[in-house]
């Protein structure tokens, strides 16, 4: 299933680096962010806070597109998704969230972290061993480690 899921993001990379189709109506209008990025890394924080899994599948669907997006362009891109609140939580929750786990653990295995609020867990009486096994906990909390990686250059991105 990983291997599958790894095959489709690549063929998705060669369709997208193939070109961008600009129709008469677009023309002056694009604003070409590629050569930017040729000469700077791309770091993102996605925030996960909602309980609803359909804002999951969208957080997940916007870092896949970035991969997408950045692979052909050999874009050094750096994706940190954070949940914090009860329903971020439950995202990274075994429990939980069994539907998306094969698109985790593909973003996870192209280089993507993914990180749990510790602040959180204490007060929801969350273990660990509940979470899937590659999360990362942020200590002393999630809004610690958003400060943290802004001031790295990390922009913070909120899709739910």
């Known amino acids: 299933m990983k291997i599958k899921i790894l095959f489709i993001f690549a063929i ?3 369709l997208v680096s193939t ?3 600009v129709n008469s109506h677009a023309k002056g209008r694009i604003i070409n962010v590629y050569k930017y990025f040729s000469h700077h890394p791309l770091k993102e924080i ?7 899994p359909k804002e999951w599948a969208l957080t997940l669907s916007d870092v896949s597109n970035a991969i997408i997006l950045s ?6 891109l750096k994706i940190d998704v954070v949940a914090y609140a009860p329903g971020g939580m ?7 969230d069994k539907k ?3 698109t985790i653990q ?3 295995a192209y280089g993507v972290k993914f990180i749990a609020c510790y602040n959180t867990m204490k007060t929801l009486h969350i273990k660990p061993k509940q979470l899937f096994n590659f999360v990362k906990i942020a200590y002393p909390g999630a809004v610690f480690y958003i ?3 802004e001031r790295e250059g990390f922009s913070y991105i909120k899709t739910n």
């Open 46 to 52: 996605y925030v996960v806070t909602s309980s609803n």
């Open 90 to 96: 439950r995202f990274l929750m075994k429990k939980y």
């Open 100 to 102: 998306n786990y094969p």
């Open 71 to 76: 692979n052909p362009h050999f874009i050094n």
């Open 106 to 108: 593909s973003l996870h």
């Open 19 to 21: 070109g961008f189709p």
């Open 147 to 149: 400060a943290m990686k």
């Open 12 to 14: 998705l990379g060669i």
